[in-house]
């Protein structure tokens, strides 16, 4: 069908050809050639590959001396390495959720850290960065961590049925995914709306206010917990000898084995590339390295010293390799866009006595950045980000320009053609020639937003946390919150946010309050049906 669209507006093009040429030859002619490239060249395959609390220290080409990471390092050289780039906020589901719909978590109820049971948060009414591509024929697919909830209603899902509301109803084809995290259950993977290898003898049940009767659980039987055990939380239930958060029955064979994940994901990115060789494709693959609980494939461990966290890294890396692997098989790397990122900052103990704090050594997670995941510092929203596109970005490139990842829906639907309807993905704004190296272009400001809700405004030059509650340290992770009763603003010429100035730059601090208010009080009122 497109074909066939494409082939008679290109009759067309060069039917109108020769008479058209002899009255204006050249505006006319670059329109035309304009238009016949654009008929003749399909549109590039976009791959967005978003890790889950990867660091902007952890990868060798952000500076990461103490872990290989070969496939990432390739991909840098390939395109634009970026260093000022930002996830919209510091912990998952917000971050997520204010990617794919290009509209900040604030505006929207229900978008803290999503239990496994949620229901789904983005509704099928509202614009995602997958319609905007299906909209422009491509073949969507969301693969690996969700997070967004599932099912029309929290806690109402039937694991054992199809369910009523998933990845299908928001512009997604095709989805193989994780409803939450490694680390909630129900651990086991959803394809297409039910359970992916579902096994009729074992019903599954999920709650994540009490648990089934005779099921054991980390808390009361922490020997069965033989593969890692928790530092904090994750007392739950227990899944191959890992304890979680939620309690979950049966599953049977379906249950995933946490160190065949990233091969699982891995192999079903390959089989939607593979399926969709022939037409446009855009990919959200969302790996569960290097979240908790991390327990990496055998072939991956020990081959660098720092433990499970670093395997977890070279895992990661592995799975990019093997997707570009695949591109380049199939003649398709040339024209396709890769995006990599991550969806927050970096934590070391997330959990798990995986020895991640005791091996860590000199290895910086955040790089030169202050705190990490869940903290209003720069270390948790920074992220590293590399853009890659053989066919149309030149390789080798840097940029320092400020960038927020609400802004990739609408550079990217301006990429591709795709309208966004009035009222949706409001705070995106079209920034393609920033994400394509073509200008360095700052954002004037970057929104973070920090686990307890707090919104730092961050310009080139400064940040702003405005006053927020909470402890200075959050226990368990061990993170600096950088949550405090006065408003703090940081020069960042040093990255490392250490020497509050607000009170020398009063100025400052209130035109950055300015900022915040706007958006405050700007943006979408959407409501969302689901209420707690
Ligand atoms: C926390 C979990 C942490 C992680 C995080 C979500 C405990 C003690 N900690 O509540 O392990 O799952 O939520 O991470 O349960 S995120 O990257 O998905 O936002
Ligand atoms: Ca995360």
């Given at each position: 069908m497109k074909k066939d669209y494409i082939f008679r507006l290109g009759t067309l093009a060069s039917a109108l050809l020769p008479s058209a040429l002899s009255s204006q030859p050249s505006a006319l002619n670059s329109k035309l050639s304009t238009l016949n490239s654009q008929l003749n060249r399909p549109q590039p395959n976009v791959v967005v590959i978003f890790a889950d609390d990867l660091g902007y220290g952890d990868l060798e080409c952000y500076g990461?001396?103490?872990?290989?990471?070969p496939n990432v390092n390739a991909l840098a050289k390939s395109g634009i390495r970026f260093t000022n780039v930002h996830a919209i906020a510091a912990t998952s589901t917000p971050s997520r959720y204010g990617l794919l719909t290009g509209e900040y978590a604030f505006r929207h109820p229900n978008t803290d850290i999503a239990r496994g049971n949620a229901g789904m948060i983005i509704r099928p009414e509202q614009f995602t960065i997958a319609d905007a591509f299906k909209n422009a024929g491509y073949a969507t697919a969301a693969i690996g961590k969700w997070h967004l909830g599932l099912g029309d209603k929290d806690a109402e899902q039937d694991w054992n049925a199809q369910l009523p509301m998933h990845p299908g109803d928001i512009g997604f084809d095709y989805h193989y995914i994780m409803a939450a995290t490694a680390d909630r259950t129900p651990c086991v993977f959803i394809e297409q709306g039910h359970v992916a290898n579902y096994d009729p003898s074992a019903p599954i049940l999920v709650s994540y206010e009490q648990n089934f009767e005779g099921e054991p659980t980390g808390k009361e039987n922490p020997e069965l917990l033989y593969n890692l055990k928790a530092s904090h939380g994750h007392n739950q239930s227990i899944v191959n000898g890992i304890g979680r958060i939620g309690y979950m029955k049966g599953g049977g064979k379906a249950l995933w084995k946490d160190e065949n994940i990233a091969d699982s994901i891995a192999a079903h990115a390959i089989s939607f590339i593979q399926k969709h060789r022939q037409e446009p494709f855009f990919m959200y693959l969302a790996t569960n390295d290097v979240h908790v609980p991390r327990f990496p494939h055998d072939r991956f461990r020990g081959k660098n010293t720092m433990g499970f966290r670093g395997d977890a890294i070279a895992q990661f890396d592995w799975t990019v390799g093997q997707v570009i692997s695949e591109l380049e098989r199939l003649g398709l790397r040339e024209n396709t866009l890769i995006i990599l990122s991550s969806d927050n900052g970096p934590v070391v103990d997330d959990g798990y006595q995986d020895r991640a704090v005791e091996l860590l050594g000199s290895h910086r997670p955040a790089g030169p950045y202050r705190a990490g995941k869940y903290s209003t510092f720069e270390g948790g929203t920074v992220v590293p980000a590399i853009v890659s596109w053989p066919k149309k970005v030149r390789a080798g490139q840097e940029s320092d320009a400020l960038v927020s990842q609400i802004d990739w829906l609408a550079s990217l639907s301006a990429l591709v053609g795709a309208r966004i309807p009035k009222g949706g993905a409001v705070d995106s704004q079209n920034r393609l020639g920033t994400l394509l190296g073509e200008d360095r272009q700052d954002r004037p400001y970057v929104l973070e937003q920090a686990a307890n809700h707090a919104l730092s405004v961050r310009t080139k030059e400064w940040k702003y946390i405005p006053p927020s509650p909470g402890p200075a340290v959050i226990s368990g992770p061990n993170m600096e919150s950088g949550y405090a009763r006065e408003p703090q603003l940081y020069n960042m010429q040093q990255p490392y946010e250490q020497e509050n100035v607000a009170l020398q730059h009063p100025q400052v601090v209130f035109t950055l309050q300015s900022y915040l208010e706007k958006e405050r009080t700007g943006g979408a009122t959407y409501k969302s049906p689901i209420s707690k």
């Amino acid at each position: 069908m497109k074909k066939d669209y494409i082939f008679r507006l290109g009759t067309l093009a060069s039917a109108l050809l020769p008479s058209a040429l002899s009255s204006q030859p050249s505006a006319l002619n670059s329109k035309l050639s304009t238009l016949n490239s654009q008929l003749n060249r399909p549109q590039p395959n976009v791959v967005v590959i978003f890790a889950d609390d990867l660091g902007y220290g952890d990868l060798e080409c952000y500076g990461a001396t103490r872990v290989q990471t070969p496939n990432v390092n390739a991909l840098a050289k390939s395109g634009i390495r970026f260093t000022n780039v930002h996830a919209i906020a510091a912990t998952s589901t917000p971050s997520r959720y204010g990617l794919l719909t290009g509209e900040y978590a604030f505006r929207h109820p229900n978008t803290d850290i999503a239990r496994g049971n949620a229901g789904m948060i983005i509704r099928p009414e509202q614009f995602t960065i997958a319609d905007a591509f299906k909209n422009a024929g491509y073949a969507t697919a969301a693969i690996g961590k969700w997070h967004l909830g599932l099912g029309d209603k929290d806690a109402e899902q039937d694991w054992n049925a199809q369910l009523p509301m998933h990845p299908g109803d928001i512009g997604f084809d095709y989805h193989y995914i994780m409803a939450a995290t490694a680390d909630r259950t129900p651990c086991v993977f959803i394809e297409q709306g039910h359970v992916a290898n579902y096994d009729p003898s074992a019903p599954i049940l999920v709650s994540y206010e009490q648990n089934f009767e005779g099921e054991p659980t980390g808390k009361e039987n922490p020997e069965l917990l033989y593969n890692l055990k928790a530092s904090h939380g994750h007392n739950q239930s227990i899944v191959n000898g890992i304890g979680r958060i939620g309690y979950m029955k049966g599953g049977g064979k379906a249950l995933w084995k946490d160190e065949n994940i990233a091969d699982s994901i891995a192999a079903h990115a390959i089989s939607f590339i593979q399926k969709h060789r022939q037409e446009p494709f855009f990919m959200y693959l969302a790996t569960n390295d290097v979240h908790v609980p991390r327990f990496p494939h055998d072939r991956f461990r020990g081959k660098n010293t720092m433990g499970f966290r670093g395997d977890a890294i070279a895992q990661f890396d592995w799975t990019v390799g093997q997707v570009i692997s695949e591109l380049e098989r199939l003649g398709l790397r040339e024209n396709t866009l890769i995006i990599l990122s991550s969806d927050n900052g970096p934590v070391v103990d997330d959990g798990y006595q995986d020895r991640a704090v005791e091996l860590l050594g000199s290895h910086r997670p955040a790089g030169p950045y202050r705190a990490g995941k869940y903290s209003t510092f720069e270390g948790g929203t920074v992220v590293p980000a590399i853009v890659s596109w053989p066919k149309k970005v030149r390789a080798g490139q840097e940029s320092d320009a400020l960038v927020s990842q609400i802004d990739w829906l609408a550079s990217l639907s301006a990429l591709v053609g795709a309208r966004i309807p009035k009222g949706g993905a409001v705070d995106s704004q079209n920034r393609l020639g920033t994400l394509l190296g073509e200008d360095r272009q700052d954002r004037p400001y970057v929104l973070e937003q920090a686990a307890n809700h707090a919104l730092s405004v961050r310009t080139k030059e400064w940040k702003y946390i405005p006053p927020s509650p909470g402890p200075a340290v959050i226990s368990g992770p061990n993170m600096e919150s950088g949550y405090a009763r006065e408003p703090q603003l940081y020069n960042m010429q040093q990255p490392y946010e250490q020497e509050n100035v607000a009170l020398q730059h009063p100025q400052v601090v209130f035109t950055l309050q300015s900022y915040l208010e706007k958006e405050r009080t700007g943006g979408a009122t959407y409501k969302s049906p689901i209420s707690k």
